[in-house]
């Protein structure tokens, strides 16, 4: 609820529902998840979700990302799952997160074995693309990620650049990990680029750890300032994912 750009956004009002309600409803129409809870450190938030009927476990409000959040939110709900099994994490302003990504990121963690995977969504304009607000990512030829950052990477600096050839990706906050890997995340101390870049999984690749990314060519938005609340709205109408828990459309 304190969020320096966006004062209040979780249970900021898209279409009549809250912020963070329509990314919890949009997760809960992917088959492939078994358990939706949704971690807060803010009594409003946990009142306004438990009134909607959703699982909710209150964290402490110090942690410096959503991954440690994610980490202490486990151990008080997972004692009983797996080390293997996915802990996969959706952060509560991703509001055009879909069934069919999450699906697609429950596949990838199954089928590459990697402790930590990650969605990212394409850029098409300029303008999102040097936006510091989105975390842009590079990535090698085999999906692992090479850097994530603030400022508009890879360079856009040629005459002649191909966007289809060198395409631009934005980060997501849409991360699946290992239970095990996620409580060896939080145990792992912050990084000089993750607190310059504000950006979490900085902290693993300066472990010398990997992080896979999962591709999405359709377009994704985290809701940081009003701008982008007016934009997902804008979104969200014409979304047919929308329609299916808000009983709109046709």
């Known amino acids: 609820m304190a969020s320096g750009r966006f004062p209040g956004k979780p249970l900021e009002p898209i279409l009549g529902l809250a912020l963070v309600l329509h990314v919890y409803e949009r997760c809960r129409l992917c088959d492939d998840l078994d358990r939706i809870v949704i971690a807060t450190c803010d009594e409003e938030i946990r009142a306004a979700c438990e009134a909607h009927g959703a699982e909710v476990v209150m964290t402490a409000d ?21 080390n293997e099994d996915l802990v996969l994490m959706v952060q509560g302003d991703e509001v055009m997160v879909t069934p069919e990504m999450l699906s697609d990121m429950v596949a990838a963690f199954a ?7 990650n969605l990212a969504s394409r850029l098409y304009g300029d303008q999102e693309f040097t936006d510091i607000n989105a975390v ?27 966007d289809d050839a ?11 990990f290992s239970k095990a890997f996620v409580h060896r995340f939080g145990e792992m101390p912050q990084t000089p680029m993750e607190t310059i870049e504000r950006v979490d999984m900085l902290r693993v690749l300066e472990h010398g750890l990997s992080v ?30 929308t329609a299916r828990y808000l009983g709109t459309g046709s």
Do not use: N
């Open 62 to 82: 110090t942690h410096p990302g959503c991954v440690d959040r994610t980490d202490e939110a486990v151990r008080i709900v997972g004692a009983d799952y797996a």
């Open 111 to 117: 089928a590459s074995g990697a402790p930590v995977v």
């Open 136 to 162: 842009k990512v590079v990535m090698a030829p085999d999906g692992d990620a090479l850097y994530f950052s603030r400022a508009a990477i890879p360079s856009r600096a040629r005459d002649e650049r191909d």
């Open 166 to 176: 060198f395409p631009m990706y934005q980060q997501t906050g849409v991360i699946g």
């Open 212 to 241: 896979r990314m999962v591709t999405t060519e359709r377009t994704t938005i985290g809701v940081d300032t009003p701008a982008d609340k007016a934009r997902a709205e804008t979104h969200l109408v014409a979304d047919p994912t």
